[in-house]
């Protein structure tokens, strides 16, 4: 598969077949997240994989929208600005940008694998905080719930013309 027909390929997939993400593919996903780049290479990230029915629904609980009812497998996505680097010209903390880049890893590492997600970001920050332990300073910004598709890709995506978001000069 080409680059080009991976990124065609993932979309925000909101209906999942129940059937559990085998650990291979979990781990496979994991290690793609793991080499992505950051700036000046700090990793301010963590990653919590959540398939125990009992936190997994605590996940969800924090997201109210019945579609992620039936995903198999959530990914907590997490940030420390504290670890991120900061641009000296204007103080620009890369930490939400740093964590940008891993989850489309993520995301794209998914699709290769025949596994759908979707990003989510709209949930309850206090009660994640409160499900888990984390890591002094991490907070959740993300949910990329993770399973197999339970619907079909739409036929096609609506993008912008490259003429309207593309400059050469």
């Not at 680059?3 to 129940?18: G, I, P, T, V």
């Not at 997490?78 to 880049?101: F, G, P, V």
């Not at 984390?134 to 959740?140: K, Q």
């Not at 197999?148 to 993008?159: I, L, M």
């Amino acid at each position: 598969m080409t680059f080009r027909n991976l990124c065609s390929a993932r979309y925000s997939c909101r209906a999942y077949d129940n059937k559990p993400v085998e650990t291979e593919k979990l781990a496979y996903v994991q290690e793609c997240v793991r080499l992505a780049p950051s700036a000046v290479n700090r990793q301010p990230w963590h990653f919590i994989t959540v398939t125990d029915p009992a936190q997994l629904q605590a996940v969800k609980d924090a997201y109210h929208r019945d579609w992620i009812q039936g995903v198999p497998a959530i990914i907590v996505c997490c940030k420390n600005e504290e670890m991120a680097w900061t641009r000296r010209y204007d103080s620009h903390n890369h930490a939400d940008i740093d964590l940008a880049i891993a989850i489309e890893h993520l995301c794209l590492a998914a699709t290769e694998m025949g596994l759908g997600t979707c990003w989510v970001c709209n949930f309850d920050i206090n009660q994640l905080r409160s499900t888990f332990s984390l890591p002094t300073g991490f907070e959740p910004c993300a949910l990329i719930p993770i399973g197999y598709p339970a619907d079909e890709k739409p036929a096609e995506k609506v993008r912008k013309d490259i003429s309207e978001i593309w400059e050469n000069r």
